[in-house]
């Protein structure tokens, strides 16, 4: 009885180390894949924020839409404190961000300029069950938060009378 207990034991030994070893060599073949990833990502977010300072500092709205069906998938929309709505092309910029980097360029742009970042989510399914899927994220600063928050205000009036 003892042997067969020695024997389990050393099997699920050999059997971690396998997958603790197995992970480890995975981790280290993903590395330089995700370090390029961030690398991507860096120089995206610093490419957006330059073109915004250059062309819109000031802006109410940027929108950076997640799924395809959406008519400005590739685009960033920027509306300036004129109303006036400039667009960031992905494709012209040479990048292809996904929504992790969208996420995070609409983090570093609200606080950069002092704002808000929403993510906007469309419910999917088809039955009772729930199924959110992220649609856009977008980040309100400037006039916009002035804007958003005279609406609420609006809105708060109307239900007082």
Known sequence: MIELIIIVAVIIIIWRLWI?????????????Q???????????????????????PYFKYITMNCVSYDLDFGDIIIVNA??????????????????????????????????????????????SQPCWQIVSYQVIAHEGLREAEEEKRRRESIRRC
């Open 34 to 56: 995700m370090e390029e990833k961030e690398r991507n990502a860096v120089a995206f977010i610093n490419d957006v924020i330059s073109v915004i300072d250059r062309s819109a």
């Open 82 to 127: 004129d109303n006036k709505v400039l667009k960031y092309n992905y494709t012209e910029h040479r990048f292809a961000p996904g929504n992790e980097a969208k996420k995070r360029l609409a983090i570093e742009l609200a606080n950069r300029y002092g704002g808000r970042w929403i993510e906007n989510k469309r419910d999917i399914s088809r039955d």
């Open 20 to 32: 603790s070893h197995t992970n480890k060599v995975r981790n280290e073949k993903q590395r330089p």
